[in-house]
């Protein structure tokens, strides 16, 4: 089986899937959903972390609430797809 961007065996040509009008449309707007939730969670993420700080610097050292490492794998997960969706439908135009 031939990959996509790979060349044909006889040398002739380069493979690349097609994509449909309606899948980049799926993709363009799931994509955006994607960047929102990373912007709100990168942002939720940058709060936790300054009330985090303000708590040590008022108490001593604390440990950082478990809630930032989950929504941290969120965002990498998050960011793992989006990279996926651009690499599959958005960027063979």
């Known amino acids: 089986m031939i ?8 040398g002739d040509g380069v493979v690349f899937r097609l994509v449909q009008p309606a899948e980049r449309a799926q993709a ?6 994607l960047r929102q939730e990373i912007a709100t969670m990168t942002a939720k993420i940058a709060k936790a972390e300054a009330d985090w700080r303000r708590r040590c610097d008022e108490k001593g050292y604390v440990e950082p609430p ?3 490492g989950v929504v941290l794998r969120r965002v ?3 960011t793992r797809m989006l990279g996926a969706i651009d690499e599959r439908f958005l960027r063979t135009r």
């Open 3 to 10: 990959a996509d961007g790979e060349a044909t065996p006889d």
């Open 28 to 33: 363009e707007f799931f994509a955006g959903v």
């Open 66 to 68: 478990c809630r930032i």
């Open 76 to 78: 990498e997960e998050a």
